[in-house]
T-cell receptor, first 117, second 116 residues
Framework: AQKVTQAQTEISVVEKEDVTLDCVYE???????LFWYKQPPSGELVFLIR??????QNEISGRYSWNFQKSTSSFNFTITASQVVDSAVYFC??????????????FGRGTSLIVHP | DTEVTQTPKHLVMGMTNKKSLKCEQH?????MYWYKQKAKKPPELMFV???????INESVPSRFSPECPNSSLLNLHLHALQPEDSALYLC???????????????FGPGTRLTVL
C-alpha cells in the first residue's frame, strides 16, 4: 500500500496563479514527521518544511503555506502568486519510526509543477 | 550552512569500468545516505550509514559498494554496472537517524550516471 499519495502527477498554471499540491499519507504511528522537498531541473532535492504529528499549526513562509490536517491525513502545500522559478517537481515524504531505530522517509511519486510566463 | 557536495556531476562509464561517486558534508551530521532516482520517479533508498557504520542496505546488488571513510565523506564504488543502473544518484545527510526531530535530510545535487 502506498504510504504517501500525491495524486496530481502534473499541474500547469500561468504565472501569478495560486496552486495547491495535495499530499495524503497513511500511517499507524502516533509519532511521525512529514516533509516537502522541491526538485528543480538541476536535480538537487531542496528541503522546504518538516512538521511533526503533534503540531497541526499551519505554516506560512513567504508565498508558501502548508495545511496539515490529521483528521484527513493530509499535508497540502500552497504556492501563492506562482512564479516561473517555482517550476519543479515537488515531493511529499513521510518519516516513521522503523525497526532498528531509524526514521527513514518514504517519498510520494511527486507532482510536477509547470508555471508558464 | 546546509551544503552537501557530490562529485562528479556527470559520469559516463562502460559496463566493465570501475568508478566511484563521492559525497561530502561539513555540517557535523552523523547519518549519510545514498539514493537512486530514475527519471520521473521518487528517490529510492540504497544505503544508510550511521556513525560511519553501515546500518541499512536495501538489498542493493553487490556491484554497488558503499564506503564511509570518515564522518564527512561517503563514497559509492561502482563495478560491472548495467545500462539499467543509469540514473541520478543522490547523497543526503542528517544530524541523526534515530530521532525524528533530527532526521531532516539535506541532499546534494546528485551525480547523473550513464552506463553504456
Amino acid at each position: 500500500a502506498q504510504k504517501v499519495t500525491q495524486a496530481q502527477t502534473e499541474i500547469s498554471v500561468v504565472e501569478k496563479e495560486d496552486v495547491t499540491l495535495d499530499c495524503v499519507y497513511e500511517t499507524r504511528d502516533t509519532t511521525y514527521y512529514l516533509f516537502w522537498y522541491k526538485q528543480p531541473p538541476s536535480g538537487e532535492l531542496v528541503f522546504l518544511i518538516r512538521r511533526n504529528s503533534f503540531d497541526e499549526q499551519n505554516e506560512i513562509s513567504g508565498r508558501y503555506s502548508w495545511n496539515f490536517q490529521k483528521s484527513t491525513s493530509s499535508f497540502n502545500f500552497t504556492i501563492t502568486a506562482s512564479q516561473v522559478v517555482d517550476s519543479a517537481v515537488y515531493f511529499c515524504a513521510l518519516s516513521e519510526f522503523v525497526s532498528g531505530g531509524s526514521y527513514i522517509p518514504t517519498f510520494g511519486r511527486g507532482t510536477s509543477l509547470i508555471v508558464h510566463p | 550552512d546546509t551544503e552537501v557536495t557530490q562529485t562528479p556531476k556527470h559520469l559516463v562509464m562502460g559496463m566493465t569500468n570501475k568508478k566511484s561517486l563521492k559525497c561530502e558534508q561539513h555540517m557535523g551530521h552523523r547519518a549519510m545516505y545514498w539514493y537512486k532516482q530514475k527519471a520521473k520517479k521518487p528517490p529510492e533508498l540504497m544505503f544508510v550509514y550511521s556513525y560511519e557504520k553501515l546500518s541499512i542496505n536495501e538489498s542493493v546488488p553487490s556491484r554497488f559498494s558503499p564506503e564511509c571513510p570518515n564522518s564527512s565523506l561517503l563514497n559509492l564504488h561502482l563495478h560491472a554496472l548495467q545500462p539499467e543502473d543509469s540514473a541520478l544518484y543522490l547523497c543526503a545527510s542528517s544530524q541523526d537517524r534515530s530521532s525524528g526531530s533530527l532526521d531532516t535530510q539535506y541532499f546534494g545535487p546528485g551525480t547523473r550516471l550513464t552506463v553504456l
